[in-house]
């Protein structure tokens, strides 16, 4: 079964500085697909940006980029400028083609002014 | 183009009732998903429906859940006798159809369910 780690609970930074949010996963499949969702305190789910696995070119959103390392089975979000509405819950998920969504415990990120 | 759809947003029962969770796809999907969200915690796959079809159901608790998604209308999810535990944010997503190369899920906002 496909597993995805986040190992950092909670990330404070300061408007405008750059974050970086670690994500792990673990599968034997070749072919899938990467996501980054943003859980404001509205509570709902916005998808942020997406990699395809097949795909060597790091994915980029305006100022959200990822870090995607497919030996290390690495998928790091970096949001640059950071703003104050980027306060949220991020969570880093994996899917393969039985399209289920696999959602890691998440990151909590206050952006400070 | 309105998003997915879900009523209601807050749902409260008592311990051994039923809560029916309702949720429209975006127009021209007709690839239902629904995940479960427990407290500080992430979104765990239930199940996974095309028009009259479940395709997955392997996320479902065996007993007291099922879910439909009928030819006209929207898809329910239907959780009888309830119980404390089952009390979570229960979010539904929709896509176009199975190919995730061309778009991926979209979430609604989510129906927060507490049990009395």
């Known amino acids: 079964a496909q597993t995805v780690t986040q190992s950092q609970p909670e990330m404070s930074v300061q408007e405008a500085e750059t974050v970086t949010l670690s994500c792990t996963y673990d599968t034997s499949e070749n072919n899938y697909y990467l996501f980054w969702y943003k859980q404001p305190p509205s509570r709902q789910m916005i998808l942020v940006i997406r990699?395809?696995?097949?795909?060597?070119q790091n994915a980029t959103e305006n100022r959200f980029s990822v870090n995607f390392q497919k030996a290390a089975k690495s998928f790091s979000l970096k949001i640059s400028d950071s703003q104050l509405g980027d306060t949220a819950m991020y969570f880093c998920a994996f899917m393969k083609h039985d399209q289920k969504l696999v959602f890691g415990q998440g990151t909590r990120l206050t952006i400070n002014p | 183009n309105a998003g997915v759809m879900q009523n209601p947003r807050h749902l409260v029962r008592r311990r051994g009732q039923e809560a029916r969770l309702r949720c429209s796809p975006m127009k021209g999907h007709s690839h239902v998903y629904w995940y479960r969200q427990l407290p500080e915690e992430g979104l765990k796959f239930m199940v996974y429906l095309q028009k009259e079809n479940i395709i997955d159901e392997s996320g479902m608790p065996k007993e007291r859940f099922s879910a439909e998604f009928p030819k006209e209308g929207p898809s329910i999810l239907r959780i009888q006798q309830v119980v404390r535990g089952d009390s979570a944010a229960y979010f539904c997503?929709?896509?176009?159809?199975?190919?995730?190369?061309?778009?991926?899920?979209?979430f609604g906002d989510g129906t927060r369910l507490s049990i009395l």
């Open positions: 997503a929709s896509s176009r159809d199975g190919q995730v190369r061309n778009q991926p899920q979209h």
């Open positions: 990699q395809e696995a097949y795909k060597q």
